[in-house]
């Protein structure tokens, strides 16, 4: 059974950094990508960053680039989202999920998701 689970949410002040985990599990593939999403109160949830494990390519929504990086750890099959420079509009639930291999921020694309983790960043 696929499992995914997030951490490292929490509440900071703006301009803060926090960095998020994503431990992922039960699956034997070696192709896939591994996206971080995030939902607001009221809103859609919406594709923040995606790494795919083939070739390391990485993808980021506009609203975040420049302040938030994603990195994995392929040997732990963990994945990180560094980020920096936080704004009261990134506060929101961060969801990691299991992807196709060639995915991109589609939600679509993924398949698995974890339970989420509570950012808040106040102004």
């Known amino acids: 059974e696929v499992q995914i689970v997030e951490s490292g949410g929490g509440l900071v002040q703006a301009g803060g950094s926090l960095r998020l985990s994503c431990a992922a599990s039960?699956?034997?593939?070696?192709?896939?990508?591994i996206g971080w999403f995030r939902q607001a109160p009221g809103k859609e949830r919406e594709g923040v960053s995606c790494?795919?494990?083939?070739?390391?390519?990485?993808y980021y929504a506009d609203s975040v680039k420049g302040r938030f990086t994603i990195s994995s750890d392929n040997a732990k099959n963990m994945v990180y989202l560094q980020m920096n420079n936080l704004k009261p509009e990134d506060t929101a639930v961060y969801y990691c999920?299991?992807?196709?291999?060639?995915?991109?921020?589609?939600?679509?694309?993924?398949?698995?998701w974890g339970q989420g983790t509570q950012v808040t960043v106040s102004s």
């Open positions: 039960g699956f034997t593939f070696d192709d896939y990508a």
């Open positions: 999920a299991l992807g196709v291999a060639g995915a991109t921020l589609l939600l679509a694309d993924f398949g698995a």
């Open positions: 790494i795919r494990r083939s070739d390391g390519s990485t």
